[in-house]
T-cell receptor, first 116, second 113 residues
Framework: DAGITQSPRHKVTETGTPVTLRCHQTENHRYMYWYRQDPGHGLRLIHYSYGVKDTDKGEVSDGYSVSRSKTEDFLLTLESATSSQTSVYFC???????????????FGAGSRLTVL | AQSVAQPEDQVNVAEGNPLTVKCTYSVSGNPYLFWYVQYPNRGLQFLLKYITGDNLVKGSYGFEAEFNKSQTSFHLKKPSALVSDSALYFCAVRPRGYSTLTFGKGTMLLVSP
């Protein structure tokens, strides 16, 4: 997980409260992603960023927003947390596609969020 | 829309035996294909990828994967399993020209001593 850190690693919160998860990278990579992992669903993309202030929605973006004001930081916000957002959240980074076109994702260690 | 299917929730194999973890995909064109592994309480780690060329791709820790275009499959294999290979394995696909990966639901590999 070198070069990418997530915080907090664990959080318990109550329904209706806002929550922000932070992803920080030291690799100067262009692309950053937020996934959630749930049993029976694997990893599903929430939002991703392809540059500072450039973001786009993923498969399960409802209830989530993101911001990227600096290359190194990608924030995921749950405006009003619900129990269905209890999950493990993973940030990932990758560089430009390059000649091969097949950039590899590097994942953070994950943030476990419990919404009561 | 692209999709990835891992038909087995769990694969059990004895140490020293060969293992196969299955993956099929549905995507237009020729995709990039990936395998990742997740150990308990850790993030995913890259194992190997298929871009083009030789259908047999070799990766980390002695793993390899075989790309079969006609069957749209990308099965993960290892000739001799180790107990330490026990983990959750994810297949993923990225269509050419896209920036995002689509993952399968994962297959738990359990290698018994």
């Amino acid at each position: 997980d070198a070069g990418i850190t997530q915080s907090p690693r664990h959080k318990v919160t109550e329904t209706g409260t806002p929550v922000t998860l932070r992803c920080h990278q030291t690799e100067n990579h262009r692309y950053m992603y937020w996934y959630r992992q749930d049993p029976g669903h694997g990893l599903r993309l929430i939002h991703y960023s392809y540059g500072v202030k450039d973001t786009d929605k993923g498969e399960v973006s409802d209830g989530y927003s993101v911001s990227r004001s600096k290359t190194e930081d990608f924030l995921l916000t749950l405006e009003s947390a619900t129990s269905s957002q209890t999950s493990v959240y993973f940030c990932a980074i990758s560089g430009d596609r390059g000649d091969s076109g097949a950039n590899v994702l590097t994942f953070g260690a994950g943030s476990r969020l419990t919404v009561l | 829309a692209q999709s990835v299917a891992q038909p087995e929730d769990q694969v059990n194999v004895a140490e020293g035996n060969p293992l196969t973890v299955k993956c099929t995909y549905s995507v237009s064109g020729n995709p990039y294909l990936f395998w990742y592994v997740q150990y308990p309480n850790r993030g995913l780690q890259f194992l190997l990828k298929y871009i083009t060329g030789d259908n047999l791709v070799k990766g980390s820790y002695g793993f390899e994967a075989e790309f079969n275009k006609s069957q749209t499959s990308f099965h993960l294999k290892k000739p001799s399993a180790l107990v330490s290979d026990s983990a959750l394995y994810f297949c993923a696909v990225r269509p050419r020209g896209y920036s995002t990966l689509t993952f399968g639901k994962g297959t738990m590999l359990l290698v018994s001593p």
